[in-house]
């Protein structure tokens, strides 16, 4: 199906432990987006990509890894899972930037649990 | 820093109108957007604005004075469905998006 897809949909892990999230969308669009959503935080982003290969931190990057080898996937990495990296997590992507372009499209999420 | 500034919870009755504001303080200024989120799912974006105004989109309008570093989001003819948290949200610079924390909107029969 076309769109946006985040995988896994729950997760749960183990402090110390290295956690992979998947995103993965069918549009082509340039832009991609890593944001974390806690209670009272709204959205936070962690990391964004304007293109392949060209990654750049957000907000709060610490303690995340990704990469964008190819257009359609931006993976997420936590190292090593702390309880603080409990959250939800958000996948968007845009086509570009001006106008409607920079409307971002969200994946539905992935909650992750560590404990 | 940057911040942007919503109020936390807003209650309004079916049919009525509701405006949410949002305030910003952000280093740099490209557009100001809003997003709208049910409970449990993803944000859905409801507008955008770049330049000073008024823009329209059925039951919903947005506004923008970037003199005062305000914006608004204004529902019309409240439906329950329209229960849900509102975010705004300002590309600062690069392509950065910074979020406000939400609006909760409640609407009541």
């Not at chain 1, 769109?3 to 993965?24: A, D, F, N, W």
């Not at chain 1, 907000?59 to 190292?79: A, C, H, I, M, W």
């Not at chain 2, 911040?3 to 100001?32: D, K, M, R, W």
């Not at chain 2, 914006?71 to 950065?96: H, T």
Request: charged share 15%.
């Amino acid at each position: 199906d076309a769109g946006i897809t985040q995988s896994p949909r729950y997760k749960i892990t183990e402090t110390g432990r290295q956690v992979t999230l998947m995103c993965h969308q069918t549009w082509s669009h340039s832009y991609m987006f890593w944001y974390r959503q806690d209670l009272g935080h709204g959205l936070r982003l962690i990391y964004y990509s304007a293109a392949a290969d060209i990654t750049d931190k957000g907000e709060v990057p610490d303690g995340y890894v990704v990469s964008r080898s190819k257009t359609e996937n931006f993976p997420l990495t936590l190292e090593s899972a702390t309880r603080s990296q409990t959250s939800v997590y958000f996948c968007a992507s845009s086509v570009g930037s001006g106008g409607a372009m920079e409307t971002q499209y969200f994946g539905p999420g992935t909650r992750l649990l560590v404990l | 820093g940057q911040s942007l500034e919503q109020p936390s919870e807003v209650t309004a009755v079916e049919g009525a109108i509701v405006q949410i504001n949002c305030t910003y303080q952000t280093s740099g200024f490209y557009g100001l957007s809003w997003y709208q989120q049910h409970d449990g799912g993803a944000p859905t974006f409801l507008s955008y604005n770049a330049l000073d105004g008024l823009e329209e989109t059925g039951r919903f309008s947005s506004f923008l004075s970037r003199s005062d570093s305000y914006g608004y989001l204004l529902l019309q003819e409240l439906q329950m469905k329209d229960s849900a948290s509102y975010f705004c949200a300002v590309r600062a610079g690069g392509f950065k998006t910074i979020f406000g924390a939400g609006t909760r909107l409640f609407v009541k029969a």
